[in-house]
DNA sequence: CCGCGGGCCTGAGAGC
DNA sequence: TGCTCTCAGGCCCGCG
């Protein structure tokens, strides 16, 4: 499912459940995600109060009152369901995405307040790791990941600068989670789509010899900005399986202009174009190649 | 450093 | 109805 909008939707909806209660059980249903959990996965969360619910990139990280921190990775089919008191004893009063198959809730967090968060995963790519925080700047799956691209830090210069010298395509840096942290598939579509970027453009062409930014670089800083707060209003994007925590859909995929819109007509203004799609790095690719260049 | 193919998993949808 | 095939929002590895 998730990219950085729809993350940041269930950090959202989480947070109010688990700020500042204790996880007073976390209860995995199975030895493993993508992952072995580790031995004392649920050891180190019980008891703990969770201090603040942050995220990084696609990874929900929860700061705990021991000092260590849970990240927790959504994979592609990964999702979060807030199961309140008053819902699991009112019939009907949460709708589950697929019925009521509870096959793929793999890990319960019962929590002080009466709240039951639940992760449900049905391909298993999601995970889950307890870590010092003071470990969190040198962890393996932590310590290459670049710039927020909604943090102060991230610019046209920092984004030309990551691209400078790189012998691959726009699309293929976007999608680098080195060069800019939480982008996926469906984001780098549209970010590339509405700054009027070619996916092939060599992404080296974002910068200058000097390693200044062009203006091209400035388009696509703004695309992305533009897309990514459009996302998170709109409560993410609901292909397929992925709602809210609350079960409510989010609805940004009705704004989608380029992904999953191969035949139809380019929604630019006075272009004729087709969208079109083709295979890049092994996904899929949508774009006009009428006013992306 | 780069692209590519394959793998990890299950489920939805299309076509027959 | 049910089968088979393809594809999916992420990420990692090994190969050439």
């Known amino acids: 499912m998730p990219e950085l909008p729809e993350v940041e939707t269930v950090r959202r909806g989480l947070q109010p459940a688990m700020e500042g209660a204790v996880i007073v059980r976390a209860e995995t249903r199975r030895g493993d995600l ?21 995220r990084r990139a696609k990874y929900l990280q929860a700061d705990l009152s021991s000092g260590d921190v849970l990240l927790m990775h959504l994979g592609m089919s990964g999702s979060f369901r807030v199961v309140s008191n008053a819902a699991v004893t009112t019939p009907g009063g949460f709708h589950h995405p697929r019925g009521d198959d509870r096959t793929h809730d793999h890990v319960l967090f019962h929590m002080s307040n009466g709240a039951m968060i639940v992760f449900n995963d049905p391909r298993r790519f999601g995970y889950m790791k307890v870590l010092a925080r003071a470990d969190m700047a040198s962890d393996p799956l932590l310590k290459d990941i670049g710039p927020e691209p909604l943090g102060n830090e991230f610019d046209a210069a920092m984004l030309a600068g990551a691209c400078a010298g790189k012998k691959t395509s726009l699309k293929a840096a976007l999608l680098d989670q080195r060069v800019v942290a939480g982008l996926g598939n ?43 707060h459009q996302a998170i209003a709109a409560g993410g994007s609901s292909l ?54």
């Open 186 to 228: 469906i984001y780098v579509c549209e970010a590339l789509f509405r700054s009027r970027l070619s996916p092939r453009r060599l992404a080296a062409t974002l910068s200058t010899k000097k390693n200044a930014p062009t203006d091209h670089a400035v388009r696509l800083v703004e695309a992305i900005h533009a897309v990514l």
């Open 34 to 54: 993508r992952f072995p959990f580790q031995p004392d996965f649920s050891a180190r969360l019980d008891g703990q109060t969770v201090v603040s619910l942050g």
């Open 240 to 293: 397929r399986d992925h709602r809210q925590t609350s079960g409510e859909l989010g609805y940004f995929q009705h704004s989608f202009q380029v992904y999953d819109r191969e035949g139809e007509s380019c929604s630019t203004g006075g272009c004729a174009g087709i969208v079109k799609r083709f295979v890049q790095n092994g996904r899929s690719t949508f774009w006009c190649p009428k006013c992306q260049r």
